[in-house]
């Protein structure tokens, strides 16, 4: 399993492309916080505070995390190493993991550079370190929790297909849904009583909770059982190919 896992990582810090995605979101958060003339400009909405990033990041990790974990399970299908990594003595749960684990690793790498945010953010307040550093964590918290989730969907889109596009498209489709597509049907308030219930299934309810600095068990158990099914969904998937 750690031989996997090293594997993974190696796989992905060798490749221009992985450096590419996690280029592309420190240059795109940056503009949109520091550069562009926005709703979340810093700079232009006069208060020290991060909550831009947190609104921001998101939507960008909708693209970030699969080019991540697109070729996770896909390029194994497709060069025919999938069978040869299932016949080693290593449960198909453990082969999952360390591609998790490999690709949470990645993530919060990609995640560490935007610290200088928070620093800057920081000296920029009235007086300096006047931020809400409860919020903040919070809001840090969201976002690996958000993280896992995306990148259980990402092998699993992964893990049905042996072309990487595809399941870096199928990725983003269902991420994009569990993101917002459930307030996009609450909006409509076709389900009477049942809205709020709804819109409890999407993960923006959750992930705004949870950046308010509060850690509701409820919203914890929410992020922890989506990485769980997907995870089973990937074991699945697996599985079938020994059929």
Do not use: C
């Amino acid at each position: 399993m750690t031989a996997l896992f090293i594997k993974e990582i190696n796989s992905f810090l060798t490749s221009i492309p992985g450096y590419i995605a996690m280029a592309v979101f420190l240059l795109t958060t940056s503009l949109f916080l520091w550069v562009f003339p926005n709703d979340f400009n810093i700079l232009d909405f006069g208060y020290a505070q991060l909550d831009s990033l947190f609104i921001v990041a998101p939507y960008i990790f909708l693209f970030l995390i699969p080019s991540i974990t697109m070729k996770s399970f896909a390029e194994e299908n497709k060069n025919g190493t999938i069978e040869l990594i299932l016949t080693k003595p290593i449960t198909d749960l453990k082969i999952i993991f360390a591609k998790y684990a490999a690709s949470l690793v990645l993530f919060i790498i990609s995640l560490l550079p935007t610290v200088i945010y928070y620093i800057s953010v920081y000296q920029l307040g009235l007086p300096a370190g006047n931020i809400d550093a409860g919020g903040v964590i919070g809001s840090y918290v969201g976002l690996l929790l958000l993280g896992s989730v995306f990148i259980a969907i990402g092998l699993f889109a992964s893990s049905i297909s042996n072309n990487q596009i595809i399941a870096f498209l199928v990725s983003i489709v269902i991420s994009g849904f569990l993101l917002i597509g459930f307030d996009f049907i609450y909006n409509f308030s076709i389900f009477g009583s049942f809205d709020l219930i709804i819109k409890s299934l999407g993960i923006m309810s959750h992930y705004t909770s949870i950046s308010r600095g509060v850690l509701d068990l409820r919203d914890l158990l929410y992020f922890l059982s989506a990485t769980a099914i997907f995870i089973l969904l990937t074991k699945m998937s697996i599985e079938s190919r020994k059929w």
